[in-house]
Nanobody, 124 residues
């Protein structure tokens, strides 16, 4: 069983930065690929970024590539999402998720564990 708690959301202006954190409980955290997803009002949840269990590989949605960076710290049982050059279209609730297996997935229904989400609002 894995419990996930996101933090770090807030309100920023266009071009600003935020760093989201996802703290995980459970001693098997280091074995789980992790993902970040987001959901804007009236839209479906979409993939943002993912990282392999050992942090050696990452994947990003085209819309955030070059602006966002996902990382993980096994000693702190935490996954991060550094978000730079934020745009109004990045406004959403951001969720972290964990799944079993070796590789990550871009499909939200392949992640059994989810945090409660943290709101990110970018104003123009």
């Amino acid at each position: 069983q894995v419990q996930l708690v996101e933090s770090g959301g807030g309100s920023v202006q266009t071009g600003g930065s935020l760093r989201l954190s996802c703290a995980a409980s459970g001693r098997l955290f280091s074995r789980y690929p992790m993902g970040w997803f987001r959901q804007a009002p009236g839209k479906e949840r979409e993939f943002v970024a993912a990282i392999s269990w050992n942090g050696g590989s990452t994947d990003y949605a085209d819309s955030v590539k070059g602006r966002f960076t996902i990382s993980r710290d096994h000693a702190k049982n935490t996954v991060y999402l550094q978000m730079n050059t934020l745009k109004p279209e990045d406004t959403a609730v951001y969720y972290c998720a964990a799944r079993y297996g070796i590789t990550w997935s871009r499909r939200s229904n392949e992640y059994p564990y989810w945090g409660q989400g943290t709101q990110v609002t970018v104003s123009s």
